[in-house]
């Protein structure tokens, strides 16, 4: 056979290089209308180690627009399985002496590896003025009680510390919307009707980053520069600074 070149896209977590990249997301009307970032359905994942566009989005982000110092301390709230696997490889080489810590909220719909503690955002078993970075992504779309989960992060977090937070959003809504009060069975049907998802107690638009500087949040958003990761060119990189 020939030395035809390779094309297509890279993926920077397993350095994988093709256009065989395979559909994720939904196909929900409302996240159409809203052209809901982050959500949609499209054919960003890599076909061999499975990352998401947004995986690649963090990974390239977190190293390469954050200078840590010797030691960095970093929690990974609900961690995503190959972005935490790349950035342990990372940290390895990098910053031996980093510490890596993951929680989730165990509910039993998924299962963790071991160094995963149970924990609630809203409630972190971690100390005060701790962490150099935090990575929640696709989290705080789930949290009813948002400014609680806001306080909490900043609490953990060092001064001038950073915290990247992707979730969906749409840029046409100019408010965000946050669900009703209604019995379990109602809300699930009314986030999945307006939010796109039946576990979304919110859908961000406009007012994002300005709720999030409210929390003591400086928004440093990023739109990706022409690349062939496969990531989506409006999807902005979400990283905050306290
Ligand atoms: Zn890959």
């Known amino acids: 056979m020939g030395t035809a070149l390779m094309q297509g896209d890279t993926c920077n977590l397993c350095r994988y290089q093709g256009s065989q990249f395979r559909y994720r997301g939904h196909r929900n009307p409302v996240l159409n209308r809203l052209q809901v970032i982050g959500a949609q359905r499209r054919k960003a994942n890599c076909p061999r180690c499975g990352s998401s566009d947004r995986d ?3 990974y390239a982000g977190i190293t390469q627009r954050i200078a840590f110092g010797p030691q960095p301390r ?10 935490s696997a790349a950035l342990q490889s990372w940290l390895k080489v990098k910053h031996p002496d980093a510490q890596y810590l993951g929680i989730d909220k165990r509910t039993g719909l998924y299962r963790y590896p071991s160094w995963v503690q149970d924990g609630d955002i809203r409630n972190l078993p971690v100390p005060d003025a701790h962490f150099d970075l935090v990575i929640a992504n696709h989290v705080l779309e789930h949290i009813q009680s948002l400014d609680q989960a806001l306080k909490e992060l900043k609490r953990c977090l060092k001064p001038g510390a950073y915290l990247l937070a992707q979730v969906p959003y749409s840029s046409l809504l100019e408010e965000s919307s946050s669900s009703p009060q209604l019995n379990p069975i109602a809300k699930s049907l009314w986030q999945r009707k307006h939010h796109g998802q039946w576990d979304h107690e919110w859908l961000f638009g406009q007012d994002l980053k300005q709720r999030m500087a409210q929390a003591g949040f400086g928004a440093h958003w990023t739109l990706p520069k022409a690349n062939s990761l496969r990531i989506n060119a409006l999807e902005p990189l979400m990283l905050y600074q306290v």
Not at 74 to 83: F, N, R, T, V, W
Request: proline share 8%; net charge positive; glycine share 0%.
């Open 74 to 83: 970093i929690l990974h709230i609900a961690p995503e399985k190959q972005l």
């Open 56 to 58: 690649r989005l963090s």
